[in-house]
């Protein structure tokens, strides 16, 4: 019933806050996993998979209009549907 040839194409660079110029709605729709360094992670608010980087929500840190912090990680990135 899930088929995967009907899924988009994920991009280079997807962030899940409406703001940004790099938020993709259709795409957020599916269930989208991504590794970081090997391991699988869930907190990802925005990633690059061409320049290796995530970036993830401070646990505390809210910047001037509310929005948590994000804390930019190096390193191998990949994207996939789960």
């Known amino acids: 019933m899930n088929d ?18 790099f938020y993709a709605e259709e795409i957020l729709k599916h269930d989208i996993g991504i590794r970081f360094n090997g391991k699988e992670r869930s907190d990802v608010e925005e990633y690059c998979i061409s320049e290796g980087w995530i970036k993830t929500a401070a646990p505390k840190a809210l910047d001037r209009f509310g929005q948590p912090m994000l804390i930019k990680s190096k390193g191998t990135v990949e994207a996939f549907y789960r």
């Not at 995967?4 to 110029?21: A, C, G, H, V, W």
């Open 4 to 21: 995967k040839t009907e899924l988009p194409t994920l991009p280079d660079r997807l962030s899940i806050n409406p703001r940004s110029k």
